[in-house]
């Protein structure tokens, strides 16, 4: 059981709102997602101040392609943009960036960005600060049963020994904790493919604010909120 005075330390958001936000102020979208990545910037920064080793966020999904070329190609290029301003800070903050999600379907360009930066800050402990780029709970979820038969058709895996430990060390969050806070900006009560097995236990919280508008004050208030919740994992 998790007691009320407990920080949670793994705080997993899905960052809604970034076009909504700027169609409501006549904007085009892009300029949404532009002060979103801002945004994050801020929410970075405060997170260890709140007690938070980990935080997860939800940028780009499996989904997403389904957006207009011109928004799809500048989410990509604010990516990148923010891989490259952003790799010295988070390396003087002692910030771990890492990615989660399907690679292959990046450009190169953007792969071998990503890389760079997972490798320069892969020795920081300050906040792990992991980006989901073309992710979705499901598609992991076969990727990681792809892994396993694989392993049981070539490396002489017994399918008896697989169970949840295995699952788990075979998904891309297998070096992370498990959530235990996912906030929700912008209104919408989905889970939208998101942390679909590390969610399970996670305490969920969602606010009307959009993704834009959402402050390191916010961000305080649901962590007060969030670890007053007693948690028991089923045990009552």
């Known amino acids: 059981m998790v007691g009320a005075d407990r920080i949670p330390f793994h705080v997993a958001i899905i960052m809604d709102g970034n076009g909504r936000w700027a169609t409501q102020k006549g904007w085009p979208r892009l300029v949404g997602?532009?002060?979103?990545?801002?945004?994050?910037?801020?929410?970075?920064?405060?997170?260890?101040?709140?007690?938070?080793?980990?935080?997860?966020?939800?940028?780009?999904?499996?989904?997403?392609?389904?957006?207009?070329?011109?928004?799809?190609?500048?989410?990509?290029?604010l990516f990148a943009r923010y891989?490259?301003?952003?790799?010295?800070?988070?390396?003087?903050?002692?910030?771990?960036?890492?990615?989660?999600?399907?690679?292959?379907?990046?450009n190169a360009k953007l792969q071998r960005?990503?890389?760079?930066?997972?490798?320069?800050?892969?020795?920081?402990t300050k906040l792990t600060f992991t980006i989901a780029i073309n992710y979705g709970g499901r598609d992991e979820l076969v990727r990681a049963a792809r892994h396993l038969a694989h392993c049981v058709a070539n490396d002489g895996l017994d399918p008896e020994q697989i169970d949840l430990?295995?699952?788990?060390?075979?998904?891309?969050?297998?070096?992370?904790?498990?959530?235990?806070?996912?906030?929700?900006?912008?209104?919408?009560?989905?889970?939208?493919n998101f942390l679909l097995w590390?969610?399970?236990?996670?305490?969920?919280?969602?606010?009307?604010?959009?993704?834009?508008?959402?402050?390191?004050?916010?961000?305080?208030?649901i962590c007060d909120v969030a670890r007053r919740r007693v948690r028991t994992f089923g045990g009552y």
């Open 33 to 77: 997602h532009r002060k979103g990545a801002s945004r994050v910037k801020e929410i970075v920064r405060s997170a260890p101040d709140l007690g938070i080793s980990h935080l997860t966020v939800y940028a780009f999904s499996t989904e997403n392609w389904k957006r207009s070329t011109e928004e799809v190609l500048g989410l990509m290029a």
């Open 83 to 106: 891989i490259r301003r952003e790799a010295e800070n988070l390396s003087s903050e002692n910030v771990r960036l890492r990615f989660i999600g399907d690679r292959s379907k990046l």
């Open 113 to 124: 960005l990503m890389g760079w930066v997972e490798e320069r800050t892969q020795g920081n």
């Open 165 to 192: 430990m295995t699952v788990a060390g075979s998904l891309d969050t297998t070096d992370i904790p498990d959530p235990d806070l996912v906030i929700r900006t912008s209104g919408e009560t989905r889970v939208s």
């Open 198 to 221: 590390q969610a399970a236990y996670a305490e969920f919280f969602f606010t009307e604010t959009l993704w834009p508008d959402f402050t390191p004050d916010h961000l305080r208030e």
